[in-house]
């Protein structure tokens, strides 16, 4: 199979054949250096081409993590997280505590506020959708007031299991809920300005709000089975991909969209979450 052609980035998608007397290599001897602005998630699969996302992408960008259960959403997510809490500040809306078990997250509180740089855990009680949005709303009016006065800091929200907090209008358990998600859908569609992006993590495409996902530029597409979930895929990144994701392996991944190192979609073979131990986290 022809990926592309070799660039000082790495491989560049190709679909013409080469010209004759141009050298031909095969990809698993191909190695790169990531383009300035860029930090390592893995490697192009069959290659040793590093394969890299830019935190400066994801600043006023969406990002959705697609997979099943136990193909390395989280360890991923995770990874992201470092990556921008550097030098903004994230929250990560959890209801099933693996951020702070896992993860070793502190707790986020109003106390701490949203001014700090580093990242944080918010575990908040309740109907879900109801407190996602009434924290959605409190961080879009911190940004909405320093966008008034001038330039508003960097901030992420991550709804990990985001079906939970933006379910479909047919999935919706408690009265007034669809009320909820649309309120946040409206707060994602405007976030960008104001210097706040959103990463969702889920299993499920059937589950979550099409609104809020189909705000997401970049993808993080992970082993996935279920047929909702390859139709949403299907229609994001080709027949190709849909049948690709359905047959990879852990810590696999399809990743596409403006905040990566290719400029088409690519399968990857993700790096461990490593913990400033320098211990790979735990599977």
């Not at 660039?7 to 050298?23: H, K, N, T």
């Not at 990809?27 to 390592?40: E, K, S, W």
Request: hydrophobic letters at 45%; charged letters at 15%.
């Amino acid at each position: 199979v022809m990926l592309g052609t070799v660039e000082p980035g790495g491989i560049v998608y190709d679909s013409a054949l080469p010209a004759p007397y141009i050298a031909v290599f095969a990809a698993g001897g191909v190695t790169a250096v990531l383009p300035a602005g860029y930090d390592r998630i893995g490697a192009i699969a069959g290659t040793n081409v590093p394969f890299g996302i830019s935190v400066e992408q994801l600043r006023g960008h969406h990002l959705a993590i697609l997979g099943m259960s136990g193909m390395g959403k989280s360890t991923i997510a995770r990874k992201i997280i470092d990556l921008l809490s550097a030098a903004s500040v994230v929250v990560a809306l959890d209801g099933t505590g693996e951020y702070r078990s896992r993860f070793a997250m502190p707790t986020w509180n109003d106390s701490i506020g949203l001014t700090t740089t580093g990242a944080w855990v918010h575990e908040p009680g309740g109907v879900q959708a109801q407190k996602a949005a009434e924290f959605i709303d409190q961080v879009m009016t911190v940004a909405n007031g320093e966008y008034a006065a001038g330039t508003p800091l960097n901030r992420t929200v991550l709804l990990e299991e985001a079906h939970s907090y933006l379910p479909e209008w047919n999935f919706v358990a408690a009265r007034g809920e669809s009320d909820y998600v649309a309120r946040s859908c409206r707060y994602i569609l405007q976030a960008r300005k104001f210097g706040l992006s959103f990463v969702l993590v889920s299993q499920r495409t059937a589950v979550i709000s099409k609104s809020a996902l189909s705000q997401c530029e970049s993808y993080i597409v992970l082993r996935t089975l279920d047929e909702t979930s390859l139709q949403y895929i299907e229609g994001v990144l080709g027949r190709e991909f849909r049948d690709t994701v359905a047959s990879l392996s852990r810590y696999q991944a399809v990743c596409v969209g403006p905040a990566f190192s290719t400029a088409t979609p690519v399968v990857v073979n993700l790096d461990p979450h490593r913990g400033s131990s320098g211990v790979a986290g735990a599977p």
